[in-house]
């Protein structure tokens, strides 16, 4: 029989260790923090010479062999995109996001298309039985011979169908209903989390696996658990979007093999996520030119997307005047709006100000100042701007209109889509046009350098 590990209550916020569980930590006081772990066995000595001859003496940094990372696709490309290339043998990739938003769905559809090339796979669910999977396969098309299905929960029983499998890709859905035996915590806590993660990390480096373990998140929208799981894995992969909506964003906020400036875009259909190649035609589909409606393109890594940027302006007799955005920061929207009445002489002070980013997408690039600022002065001027145009530009306090990366690559993203005039920031436009075969490539766009806010303002909306 197994010898029982020996735990202790450690404090999550001082550190302060119990033998037993205690209500109030002794140490600093706060309530209900004292969670079990596990005590390390002591290593050891260097003395005894136990692991000496099995590692590698210290070498120069110029002589360690470089090598390319294999990387294989997981029959998503926005998936692909965001990992950096594919799945790399030996890596740890988190996938959190809100209940419902599709992270089964797309794990199991990825599951079914490594499985067709060959290759094993092993799902592992600790929320559903194997018969539930199997009717979500179904209904996905996500069957093959090679994807193996197990509910299970305990961590030592899941490491023995990991041995006999031997699969090439590992799923673990989720990482708070495992545990691990010698813990006597519940699943879910921060020990077992923890314990858990790193015992998959092991298995993982080990044998060359790639795995995804999926986790929840809280009310807030952070991930579920302690914060040392996100320093665990090599990779964490968030979805965005509202179980309403039509279309999810997946986001890397830790890549160890990658950037974590990619963005994939996937639509929810019957059949499932479903990559969305070519999302700036998702967010323009329903425009219509209005007064405040201005297009706007954002740069995501690689990938430029053209989003639309609304803003309603009005009067209000109430004091103080209500600020509201979505999708942007609401510091930003209360920056620009000092520059606007201060620079422009706009009296916007005294209306309700709301900004809306249709389709829901985030903006956090500065190149989009330019762009909301024309909104609000649109929807405030009630004047339409001119017709088939995207403005873009970061602004400064003193109203000056800075250049800002990639400007090629947002044009002709724009004239990609039938845009035919440009607003953009005087710098951006003289690089542009000092390229004779940028210049040549772009025939046809008629762009517009503004140097100030004031004058992107009447180069985007010329009086009628």
């Not at 079914?112 to 199997?134: H, N």
């Not at 859905?173 to 858990?196: H, N, W």
């Amino acid at each position: 029989m197994a010898k029982k590990k020996k735990t202790v209550f450690v404090c999550q916020e001082c550190g302060y260790e119990a033998p037993k569980w205690l209500g109030r930590c002794p140490g600093c006081g706060a309530w209900n923090t004292l969670v079990e772990e596990v005590v390390a066995p002591p290593t050891p000595s260097v003395g005894g010479g136990v692991g000496l001859a099995e590692s590698q003496p210290p070498r120069p940094i110029g002589e360690i062999e470089t090598e390319d990372l294999p990387r294989y696709g997981t029959g998503s490309g926005e998936l692909d995109r965001v990992l950096g290339g594919g799945v790399i043998p030996g890596s740890l990739v988190l996938i959190v996001g809100d209940p419902g938003v599709g992270k089964s769905s797309l794990t199991i559809r990825v599951c079914a298309e490594v499985a067709r090339t060959g290759k094993k796979v092993l799902y592992v669910t600790g929320e559903e039985s194997a018969r539930q999977v199997r009717m979500r396969a179904d209904r996905l098309q996500a069957l093959a011979d090679s994807l193996y299905v197990v509910s299970e929960t305990n961590l030592e029983t899941i490491a023995a169908h990991i041995a006999n499998v031997k699969p090439e890709l590992l799923v673990i859905d989720s990482i708070q209903t495992m545990f691990k035996p010698d813990i006597t915590s519940a699943p879910g806590s921060v020990s077992q989390v923890r314990e858990c993660a790193v015992e998959l990390l092991r298995i993982a480096k080990v044998n060359g696996i790639a795995a995804f373990i999926i986790g929840h998140v809280t009310k807030d929208g952070s991930l579920a658990g302690p914060r040392v799981l996100e320093h665990i894995v090599d990779t964490v992969l968030f979805f965005e979007g509202e179980r309403s909506a039509e279309y999810r964003v997946l986001r890397a906020i830790k890549n160890r093999f990658g950037s974590t400036n990619e963005l994939g875009l996937f639509e929810m259909r019957e059949a499932g996520l479903v990559d969305v190649p070519d999302a700036s035609k998702l967010f323009l589909s329903d425009r219509r030119e209005d007064s405040g409606t201005v297009i706007i393109p954002t740069v995501e890594g690689t990938r430029p997307l053209l989003v639309e940027v609304q803003a309603l302006v009005a009067p209000t007799p109430y004091v103080p005047p209500r600020r509201t955005a979505d999708s942007v920061d609401i510091k930003r929207i209360q920056l620009l709006l000092a520059v606007l009445e201060k620079r422009v002489h706009l009296s916007i002070g005294a209306c309700d100000v709301y900004v809306k980013v249709a389709g829901g997408i985030h903006i956090d690039e500065p190149a989009a100042d330019l762009g909301i600022c024309v909104a609000m002065a649109s929807s405030f001027a009630n004047r339409l701007l001119r017709p088939q145009t995207i403005v873009f530009g970061e602004v400064g306090l003193s109203g000056e209109v800075r250049a800002v990366s990639q400007a090629e690559s947002r044009v002709r993203e724009a004239q990609r889509l039938g845009f035919t005039s440009v607003v953009l920031p005087a710098k951006n436009y003289r690089q542009l046009m000092e390229d004779a075969a940028t210049r040549q490539a772009l025939t046809g766009m008629q762009l517009y350098g503004a140097a100030t806010i004031g004058e992107a303002l009447k180069l985007a909306m010329p009086k009628q």
